[in-house]
């Protein structure tokens, strides 16, 4: 059971470039989200999706796309790189059984945009 | 709307000393409030949770009550040690619309 995963761990960009970072849960989740982690600001929700086929922006979606055609799958594209997405990116999971609601979070992937 | 405040940071202690990190929040409906915890170069991982008022969450020493009179959900740990040092989040997860809102972390540096 791996839980949630994220590729790649490390990642530089120049400006403009486009790239995505893939997240899976082997959980059968129907829960699926995006977090950018900055300096002094937390975790900021990016997008996220209830289940295969249906995704909604979180607070600070601008800059991001993404899709969820399986359960299993949440990837993160970004569609021109800029300096401001340099921060860490957290994936994560939940089931929407019950009210347990509880997150579990991938190991992160660290973005320089230069 | 929905928020989470928590003190500002670092806290720095000597081992064996009490801990309180203090969370407030703001919620429209009832939610389920967690602590989250953050090593050096890794993801968060959950601590305790609860999920109604007046429950206590507790794990590895670590305490946390629903208080739903004062919004507050401050974490406390009787002694704490060197592997405590971390980055800890408060948050909270609105019933029904399954968002999670995150406060800003708190570092706490343990001293030997």
């Known amino acids: 059971n791996a839980g949630v995963t994220q590729t790649p761990k490390f990642q530089v960009l120049k400006t403009g470039q486009s790239m995505t970072l893939q997240c899976a849960q082997d959980?059968?989740?129907?829960?699926m989200s995006w977090y950018r982690q900055d300096p002094g600001m937390g975790l900021r929700l990016i997008h996220y999706s209830v289940g295969a086929g249906i995704t909604d922006q979180g607070e600070v979606p601008n800059g991001y796309n993404v899709s969820r055609s399986t359960t299993e799958d949440f990837p993160l594209r970004l569609l021109s790189a800029a300096p401001s997405q340099t921060s860490v990116y957290f994936c994560?999971?939940?089931?929407?059984?019950?009210?347990?609601?509880?997150?579990?979070f991938g190991p992160g992937t660290r973005l320089t945009v230069t | 709307g929905n928020s989470v405040t928590q003190m500002e940071g670092p806290v720095t202690l000597s081992e064996e000393a009490f801990l309180t990190i203090n969370c407030t929040y703001t919620a429209t409906g009832y939610p389920s409030l967690f602590w989250y915890v953050q090593y050096p170069g890794e993801g968060l991982q959950l601590l305790l949770k609860?999920?109604?008022?007046?429950d206590k969450g507790s794990n590895k020493g670590f305490e946390a009550t629903y208080r739903k009179e004062t919004t507050s959900f401050h974490l406390e740990k009787g002694s704490v040690q060197v592997s405590d040092s971390a980055v800890y989040f408060c948050a909270l997860s609105d019933r029904g619309f399954n968002k999670f809102y995150f406060g800003s972390g708190t570092k706490l540096n343990v001293k030997p």
């Open positions: 609860a999920t109604k008022a007046d």
């Open positions: 959980m059968n989740h129907e829960y």
């Open positions: 994560a999971s939940s089931t929407l059984a019950g009210y347990n609601y509880e997150q579990y």
